[in-house]
T-cell receptor
């Protein structure tokens, strides 16, 4: 069973515009959520996180929104840059491990 | 070291052979995790070590898979009698505490079973 879902396998955005990546989860026991970014042939790198007691966390161009009632979180990147092109993974934690979504490939066109 | 180090970066093996994958976590990190990513899939949890506690092996897909962590530092993931479905990228991560905190990943080992 997929507890964390990223329903969009890919997203293409024009440079300078906003990128919105979405993630849904099913387990209400998750208490911490993270976004990771992955370039080819590299490991995932941590981007931004949010605790379940918050609904928004912002870090520079990156903002994560959490809607607990909908069990939905999103990552906003604004303005998008070509260097943001990568695979983005949503992850959730409720214990000793992270549960990852399948990832969304973001392509930022210049 | 500065980050999580994994070796080898690539491994090609024949079906039925055993393989060992190595992970060197960030110095001082007490928690160590193994994940694998099959083609087109997300990261799948395999096993978790925290200090001297018994590891959480709940993600290991079969008894052909095992892992150990010696001296609370380096970890080795062993796959016995490899099968073609074992082909994946095996990722190791470490974190300074257990559960809910940021995990720092290595670049992974790409395993190809022919």
């Amino acid at each position: 069973d997929q507890q964390v879902k990223q329903n969009s396998p890919s997203l293409s955005v024009q440079e300078g515009r906003i990128s919105i990546l979405n993630c849904d989860y099913t387990n209400s026991m998750f208490d911490y959520f993270l976004w990771y970014k992955k370039y080819p042939a590299e490991g995932p790198t941590f981007l931004i996180s949010i605790s379940s007691i918050k609904d928004k966390n912002e870090d520079g161009r990156f903002t994560v929104f959490l809607n607990k009632s909908a069990k939905h979180l999103s990552l906003h990147i604004v303005p998008s840059q070509p260097g943001d092109s990568a695979v983005y993974f949503c992850a959730a934690s409720g214990g000793n491990k992270l549960v990852f979504g399948a990832g969304t490939i973001l392509r930022v066109k210049s | 070291g500065a980050g999580v180090s994994q070796s080898p970066s690539n491994k090609v093996t024949e079906k039925g052979k055993d393989v060992e994958l190595r992970c060197d976590p960030i110095s001082g990190h007490t928690a160590l995790y193994w994940y694998r990513q099959s083609l087109g899939q997300g990261l799948e949890f395999l096993i978790y070590f925290q200090g001297n506690s018994a590891p959480d092996k709940s993600g290991l897909p079969s008894d052909r898979f095992s892992a150990e962590r010696t001296g609370g530092s380096v970890s080795t993931l062993t796959i016995q009698r490899t099968q073609q479905e074992d082909s994946a990228v095996y990722l190791c991560a470490s974190s300074p505490t257990n559960g809910g905190n940021i995990q720092y990943f290595g670049a992974g080992t790409r395993l190809s079973v022919l």
